[in-house]
């Protein structure tokens, strides 16, 4: 019977359907998946392909291992995409702010200014070139580089991977968006390196939003694979049978959110020397109207 005709088959596809897309804003491979949730990877397997009929037991525990919300992967009527945001903001918000977005939805208060300018930051899948590129930038305008990865780990005494597999995605995701905010309360430029999840977290990617002038490093998937397997990181992608299909699934999720990006710096077939020059060419009138709104020093490029 086709899942048109039989509602709950229906119903199950687009489950497996969420948790697929859920899994790949998370950039997690079906393997992290099962090791951080405790199910097995078959299992998973057939709950995204739709013939998984889970228990509420343990499609809570995939949400929580993807640091998602159990209702978040519930098929429904809703427009899916605009409401989860709406519904992770408000999860998440001071009482403060909900009075303020409530205020501003009432025709009171008008938005926020910008937060002060503290730099550009660079988004993108893994092997977009970010490090890279992005400390080549920072010794060209005399700014700080920062990997904001880098700064998690020293913060908590642990690594990416040991801090996923101890608190799971969420607990990154709070102790990523803690870096944030001390590293914007130095008060100081700096040219930020992002994970290639950032993006999945909505209060962590609004802040580097109105933050930072944000520019997405954009390459071919078979680029990114290359990259990642020439700096010997196999986790998680790298290390699965179905490599590339799970890295273009990730790039198809993450791409309108990579989108909201100010710039977009397409690095696909360049050497890194040409790609720098042209990273540098897309912050130059940016850095040229920055110092005019905020009387920073102008950087000769």
Known sequence: MSSDNDPESGFLEQLGQRVRTMRALRGMSRKVLAKVSGISERYIAQLESGKGNVS?????????????????LIPSSEPAPDWAVIRDLLRKATPNQIAQAKDILAGGASAPRRASFSGIALIGLRGAGKSTLGRMLAKKIGWSFVELNKEIETQNGLSVAEIIALYGQEGFRRMEQVALTQLLARKELMVLATGGGIVSEPLTFDLILSSFYTIWLKAEPEEHMARVRRQGDLRPMADDRSAMAELRNILVSREPLYARASAVVDTAGLSVDAAAARLIDSVRPVLQNEARSFGLRSVAL
Request: glycine share 12%.
């Open 56 to 72: 509420i037991v343990l499609l809570r525990r995939v949400a929580g291992a993807m640091g998602a919300h159990l209702e978040d």
